[in-house]
């Protein structure tokens, strides 16, 4: 076979169209050669990170036409200074005379004196690959579409067409974008959201394709590896895709039938994943074989969202807007819900023992639980914090006392939701309360409120009370139940991992030399700091034992009891400062079957379990 016919076919394999904020399926068809928004992207100094690039806008009206690159991305939260990444811009029109391009402020250009026809050119920097960045090198190009392309003012609604040149014969291209009729390498999208969304890795990968509930699933795999490490990681996704479709009674009506994983497993990328529509782009350091496939893990969240975020989505992503911050007061449940179901996926496809899920579920409940940002605002308030956090980037310093995840807290919660609707309410769970969602919300496609998931509660129950405390109590405020006893009725124990031990508020130290550093930010309220001891502090002396070293340090946190005060010595910016260290008492706890403990379970608890968390 050719390598043009070789491309062709893989375009025509996995291409697939997607959206992130139109509500509702593709029925555009390819624009063809005339299309009035195109793209080429070309890659002749990719061994430096750099693509080339060239967009026509055709039928633009008379004025000056603006583009420029985003500031933000689907999926992302906070804002990203793509421009920061292109230069030596140049401008044509339809004749090929040069434009004069007119910059006055850092994130586009002005074009003026066109035909009616522009042609911008321009040069991409790209070494970052993750959900959010470009990557480009002789290995792959790996784009995501907001930190790639200009877009221009006005021609949001147009269709428009991209044609990639790869660098090296061997690449194909995986994208969810649909190939265009007859043209090796060529792809449309209906209008600009569908084309920023859809995130594209050209390299040498690996394909690996399956069908479930009529729908196509796509695994392509750049990755540092065998051949066998592909198939052994597709059976396990192709078990966590089932379970998640049985968690929602239906796959989503994918727009061309089919949903695209794109991985990239290699040592010069970072650790990331993003949703998309139709797709996700996930990433990880280190290989399957290394890793034991635990991006397993990072799979099933994004799969995941393909309902909760890309169709049952808050109001206030919808449409996105690229030259902002894009925040919702509701990442609880678009985040954390989400990353609750990952883990509970691969457990019910039983790629996951019942102990490591409930270590996992313990280290979120511990996370949460004994979070001093909690005292400063509950899921709603952390969630709006996202544009500060979700990789965002800041010279000065933020309180590490204040904020915590919207993540692990809506996980928190969802598990807390979780488990009172199955003990209060007949035949109710977190899985009957998404499905009424879904079926609300995600199918047809009608963005919510909080006022929404609120109300969706009280139907679910019959219990308009329990709807109310719940939003009261743990979305607008930050209070949680008693966890003990909602796991007790799955069988389960949340006992003390240390009993008896002393906790200081933080225990990560290095060593420079004769001395050590405190590494972390003591917790609010813990010993170390009412002792006024802060990260980057150097311990000299804790009780009798004198510090010069991590193993001095540890030792001398072993010996202490809770309540049982002791000298501290440390240096803070320049200054030797004293003070009385009172420990806490260790509050840590693990999560275990009970019957590992010696408590024997019923047979109600044990159907609790199973129905929950799936056959052991």
């Not at 026809?117 to 290995?139: E, F, K, P, R, S």
């Not at 989503?252 to 010069?268: K, M, R, V």
């Amino acid at each position: 076979m050719s390598t043009t016919s070789r491309l062709l076919l893989a375009a025509a394999i996995i291409a697939t169209p997607a959206t992130a904020q139109v509500a509702s399926p593709v029925t555009a068809r390819d624009p063809g050669p005339a299309a009035p928004v195109q793209y080429d992207v070309a890659f002749p100094n990719a061994v430096h990170h750099e693509a080339r690039i060239t967009a026509t806008w055709r039928n633009v009206p008379t004025g000056p036409l603006r583009v420029q690159m985003a500031r933000s991305s689907p999926g992302r939260y906070a804002i990203h200074e793509f421009a920061k990444n292109v230069y030596d811009v140049t401008a044509v029109d339809g004749t090929g005379r040069a434009l004069t391009l007119t910059r006055t402020d850092p994130y586009g250009w002005s074009v003026s004196g066109h035909d009616g026809t522009v042609a911008v050119t321009y040069t991409l920097y790209g070494d970052h690959g993750d959900g959010t960045y470009a990557q480009i090198d002789m290995t792959h190009a790996h784009l995501n579409m907001p930190a790639t392309f200009l877009w221009a003012t006005g021609f949001d609604a147009q269709p428009i067409r991209v044609r990639f040149r790869p660098a090296d014969p061997s690449w194909k291209i995986a994208t969810q974008l649909p190939a265009a009729s007859g043209e090796a390498t060529t792809f449309w999208a209906p209008n600009l959201q569908y084309f920023m969304d859809s995130p594209t890795e050209l390299s040498n990968f690996t394909l690996r394709e399956w069908q479930d509930a009529g729908r196509t699933y796509r695994l392509a795999m750049h990755h540092d590896g065998t051949d066998a490490d592909v198939d052994r990681f597709a059976a396990k996704a192709k078990k966590v895709v089932h379970a998640q479709i049985a968690t929602f009674g239906a796959p989503p009506a994918y727009d061309f039938g089919t949903y695209t994983f794109i991985a990239d497993y290699l040592p010069y990328i970072t650790g990331d994943g993003m949703e998309h529509r139709n797709s996700t782009i996930i990433s990880d350091k280190r290989s399957l074989y290394a890793a034991n496939d635990a991006q397993l893990n990072t799979l099933s969240h994004e799969f995941f969202h393909s309902w909760n975020v890309e169709r049952i989505r808050p109001a206030e992503l919808e449409p996105f807007d690229f030259t902002r911050a894009n925040p919702t007061p509701s990442l609880w449940v678009a985040e954390g819900f989400t990353q609750y179901y990952g883990p509970l996926a691969i457990r019910r496809a039983g790629e996951m023992s019942v102990d490591a899920y409930l270590a996992t579920l313990g280290g979120t409940l511990n996370a949460v639980l004994n979070s001093p940002a909690r005292a400063h605002g509950g899921p709603k308030e952390m969630s709006l914090r996202a544009p500060f956090v979700d990789a965002a980037k800041a010279i000065d310093a933020v309180n590490p006392n204040i904020f915590v995840s919207y993540y692990i807290y809506g996980a928190t919660l969802a598990a807390a939701l979780d488990l009172e609707l199955r003990g209060r309410y007949s035949g109710q769970s977190l899985d009957t309360y998404m499905r009424l969602l879904w079926k609300r919300h995600g199918a047809p496609e009608k963005p919510y409120t909080i006022a929404d998931l609120r109300t969706a509660l009280a139907t679910l129950t019959g219990d308009q009370a329990f709807a109310d405390r719940f939003f009261a109590k743990s979305v607008e405020g930050s209070d949680l139940p008693d966890f003990a006893a909602l796991l007790a009725q799955a069988g389960l124990t949340w006992q003390a991992a240390n009993p008896g031990g002393a906790w200081v508020g933080a225990a990560d130290v290095t060593a420079d030399g004769p001395a050590v550093t405190l590494s972390q930010s003591p917790a609010a309220g813990t010993a170390l700091y009412a002792a006024g001891v802060e990260r980057g502090d150097r311990i000299i002396a804790l009780g009798r034992t004198t510090v010069t070293s991590a193993q001095d340090w540890q030792s001398a946190l072993g010996r202490l009891e809770p309540g049982t005060p002791l000298d501290i010595r440390y240096v803070q910016r320049g200054k030797e400062r004293a003070a009385t260290l009172t420990p806490n008492t260790d509050s840590t706890k693990q999560l275990v079957r009970s019957e590992t403990v010696g408590k024997p379970i019923t047979a109600k608890q044990r159907a609790f379990r199973t129905a929950w968390l799936g056959a052991e």
